[in-house]
């Protein structure tokens, strides 16, 4: 079984001390690759850290969070900036977006950075993974106006309804990330993504937070994005493997375009 993770912080603190370990459960079960999103400028080095352990299988995506933007962000986007243009291989700009979940005060803030990263992305032939949280239509104003045949990205955690994912796949260079929700009883997105094509889907966790079931409620980690691709398996009615095939082909179309498949026989 071939896996890839593409929207988790293993770098996060909330490892301390048992990095190596947890990222090494995650390639025992078949995981590949595990693709980081940045958060902010205290981020980065962490980040860069675990890359360098592991620079063919931990890959680092260059953004600044929404949640991490505030009246300060005309001061701190081009310090991001400056990551992005340093040499290091990056493979998004990422994670970016809108947050109106904790807070609304700087939504201006959070929709200038959003178009400001978009543009980054553009200009460099990188894709975008995008964060949206109580903002869906405020992403989407903006995406209707962004997008075009060049872009393409990832809605990381989708947890919104059938016409929204619709609309995202409408544009055509997008896929849809699914993580631990799909496998809570009562979230609903499972009969969302029972409606789609495991052709717009990726796979992710998000660690350390929204770990699956059954390990609601403690921290996540890279591993458990089998448990993922287990219920993505039973929506689809595919095997596991298969789901992680079609998943990891989806997820290099956006991330390594370029990528030459070796076929196992």
Same mark, same amino acid.
């Given at each position: 079984?071939?896996?890839?993770?593409?929207?988790?912080?293993?770098?996060?603190?909330?490892?301390?001390?048992?990095?190596?370990?947890?990222?090494?459960?995650?390639?025992?079960?078949?995981?590949?690759?595990?693709? $980081?999103?940045?958060?902010?400028?205290? !981020? @980065? %080095? *962490?980040?860069? #850290?675990?890359?360098?352990?592991?620079?063919?299988?931990? /890959?680092? $995506?260059?953004?600044?969070?929404?949640? !991490? @933007? %505030? *009246?300060?962000? #005309?001061?701190?986007?081009?310090?991001?900036?400056?990551? /992005?243009?340093?040499?290091?291989?990056?493979?998004?700009?990422?994670?970016?977006?809108?947050?109106?979940?904790?807070?609304?005060?700087?939504?201006?803030?959070?929709?200038?950075?959003?178009?400001?990263?978009?543009?980054?992305?553009?200009?460099?032939?990188?894709?975008?993974?995008?964060?949206?949280?109580?903002?869906?239509?405020?992403?989407?104003?903006?995406?209707?106006?962004?997008?075009?045949?060049?872009?393409?990205?990832?809605?990381?955690?989708?947890?919104?309804?059938?016409?929204?994912?619709?609309?995202?796949?409408?544009?055509?260079?997008?896929?849809?990330?699914?993580?631990?929700?799909?496998?809570?009883?009562?979230?609903?997105?499972?009969?969302?993504?029972?409606?789609?094509?495991?052709?717009?889907?990726?796979?992710?966790?998000?660690?350390?937070?929204?770990?699956?079931?059954?390990?609601?409620?403690?921290?996540?980690?890279?591993?458990?994005?089998?448990?993922?691709?287990?219920?993505?398996?039973?929506?689809?009615?595919?095997?596991?493997?298969?789901?992680?095939?079609?998943?990891?082909?989806?997820?290099?179309?956006?991330?390594?375009?370029?990528?030459?498949?070796?076929?196992?026989?």
């Amino acid at each position: 079984m071939r896996l890839i993770d593409t929207h988790s912080h293993i770098y996060s603190e909330a490892f301390e001390g048992e990095h190596e370990a947890m990222i090494q459960r995650a390639f025992d079960l078949g995981v590949e690759k595990i693709y $980081m999103p940045n958060i902010d400028l205290d !981020s @980065v %080095d *962490a980040m860069k #850290k675990i890359h360098d352990m592991y620079p063919d299988r931990c /890959l680092m $995506m260059m953004g600044l969070h929404p949640c !991490s @933007v %505030d *009246a300060n962000v #005309k001061e701190v986007l081009p310090q991001i900036k400056a990551f /992005l243009e340093d040499g290091s291989d990056y493979y998004a700009v990422g994670e970016i977006g809108i947050d109106l979940y904790w807070d609304k005060t700087h939504l201006a803030e959070q929709e200038w950075a959003f178009r400001e990263q978009i543009q980054w992305a553009k200009d460099r032939s990188l894709p975008i993974v995008i964060h949206c949280r109580d903002a869906f239509d405020e992403i989407l104003a903006i995406m209707d106006e962004v997008n075009d045949d060049d872009l393409k990205g990832i809605f990381h955690c989708f947890t919104g309804g059938i016409e929204q994912a619709k609309h995202i796949l409408g544009y055509g260079g997008f896929k849809l990330g699914i993580g631990g929700v799909v496998t809570f009883k009562n979230a609903g997105l499972d009969k969302v993504v029972g409606q789609l094509s495991m052709d717009d889907l990726v796979l992710e966790t998000d660690a350390p937070y929204l770990a699956p079931h059954p390990y609601r409620g403690k921290r996540n980690e890279a591993a458990y994005v089998k448990e993922v691709a287990l219920k993505l398996a039973d929506i689809f009615g595919k095997s596991v493997e298969e789901v992680g095939e079609i998943s990891r082909s989806n997820a290099l179309s956006i991330f390594e375009p370029n990528h030459k498949e070796i076929e196992s026989n």
